[in-house]
């Protein structure tokens, strides 16, 4: 088993910046791939960002290419999200989940065993 706990959402205006944390504990003898999710009101959960066991391949929807960025910190079993120039159009809960991949990087939530709790992305305009 693995647990994953984000952190780092909150309120931030248009244009701003915010990094999400997501800690992982447990089972993490284990390398997962890592993936960013988010939900926004009345929307289904979709795909935002991965990253590969090593760190090595990453992934963006496009919507957030070249705003967001994915990392990941093996020692400290944790994956961030780095994200700039945010719109209002980003506002929703953002989850992390790890699955057993073991090469690259999957876009589809059914590939990823372990679930965050999500943390709250709010952007004003």
């Known amino acids: 088993q693995v647990q994953l706990v984000e952190s780092g959402g909150g309120l931030v205006q248009a244009g701003g910046s915010l990094r999400l944390s997501c800690a992982a504990s447990?089972?993490?003898?284990?390398?997962?791939?890592m993936g960013w999710f988010r939900q926004a009101p009345g929307k289904e959960r979709e795909f935002v960002a991965a990253?590969?066991?090593?760190?090595?391949?990453?992934d963006y929807t496009d919507s957030v290419k070249g705003r967001f960025t994915i990392s990941r910190d093996n020692r400290k079993n944790t994956v961030y999200l780095q994200m700039n120039s945010l719109k209002p159009e980003d506002t929703a809960v953002y989850y992390c989940?790890?699955?057993?991949?073991?090469?690259?990087?999957?876009?589809?939530?059914?590939?990823?065993?372990?679930w965050g709790q999500g943390t709250q992305v709010t952007v004003s305009s």
């Open positions: 989940a790890a699955g057993r991949i073991m090469y690259g990087t999957r876009r589809q939530a059914k590939e990823y065993d372990y």
């Open positions: 447990g089972r993490t003898d284990r390398s997962y791939a």
């Open positions: 990253i590969s066991r090593s760190g090595s391949s990453t």
